[in-house]
T-cell receptor, first 111, second 110 residues
Framework: QKEVEQNSGPLSVPEGAIASLNCTYS??????FFWYRQYSGKSPELIMF????GDKEDGRFTAQLNKASQYVSLLIRDSQPSDSATYLC???????????FGTGTKLQVIP | ETGVTQSPTHLIKTRGQQVTLRCSSQ?????VSWYQQALGQGPQFIFQ???????GRGNFPPRFSGLQFPNYSSELNVNALELDDSALYLC?????????FGQGTRLTVV
């Protein structure tokens, strides 16, 4: 079982819709969770991090964490063509332990 | 702008050669992680340095080695380059709760 799993996509949504990106992880002791956006040929860019169960909102982005189900998601409201990118989920086991990445979900926002 | 810079941005090496990649750290961060990202894959953890000591390593052979300096900048060294080492190499400057990436070094081994 992979440590961090994501559907590779592509996930296609129309402009203005809500995009929902999902991630599961295997280490029940994981403590913090990150979402990164990566444009083709560029390095990952941190969007959000979350470490408490529930929702965390930042602008059009909402991260959701359910530790009991070992599940973290990212919602993008009012999707824009500029949101088209690969979204990487990353998990930290705690403190200065390593951060493990999923393989990413490719999002396509159709104008 | 993350304040994390990597050099060089692109590099072409011949199989069997050695390469050194460099990474600055963001102010206030004492931890640097290195990742290898092949095309279409997520970043794979190589190793991490915390206050100049290696404190974690992924499934990479010993020919991948590193250093962290007192100013928390870091180097990744790869000996005996193989064709499969061609990838984007990313460093991430970290504190307890967040990790910021540099722009990456694209290494091509021919």
């Amino acid at each position: 079982q992979k440590e961090v799993e994501q559907n590779s996509g592509p996930l296609s949504v129309p402009e203005g819709a809500i995009a929902s990106l999902n991630c599961t992880y295997s280490d029940r002791g994981s403590q913090s969770f990150f979402w990164y956006r990566q444009y083709s040929g560029k390095s990952p860019e941190l969007i959000m991090f979350i470490y408490s169960n529930g929702d965390k909102e930042d602008g059009r982005f909402t991260a959701q964490l359910n530790k009991a189900s070992q599940y973290v998601s990212l919602l993008i409201r009012d999707s824009q063509p500029s949101d088209s990118a690969t979204y990487l989920c990353a998990v930290n086991s705690g403190g200065y332990q390593k951060v493990t990445f999923g393989t990413g979900t490719k999002l396509q926002v159709i104008p | 702008e993350t304040g994390v810079t990597q050099s060089p941005t692109h590099l072409i090496k011949t199989r069997g050669q050695q390469v050194t990649l460099r990474c600055s750290s963001q102010s206030g961060h004492n931890t640097v992680s290195w990742y290898q990202q092949a095309l279409g894959q997520g970043p794979q953890f190589i190793f991490q340095y915390y206050r100049e000591e290696e404190n974690g390593r992924g499934n990479f052979p010993p020919r991948f080695s590193g250093l962290q300096f007192p100013n928390y900048s870091s180097e990744l060294n790869v000996n005996a380059l193989e064709l499969d080492d061609s990838a984007l190499y990313l460093c991430a400057s970290r504190n307890y709760t967040e990790a910021f990436f540099g722009q990456g070094t694209r290494l091509t081994v021919v």
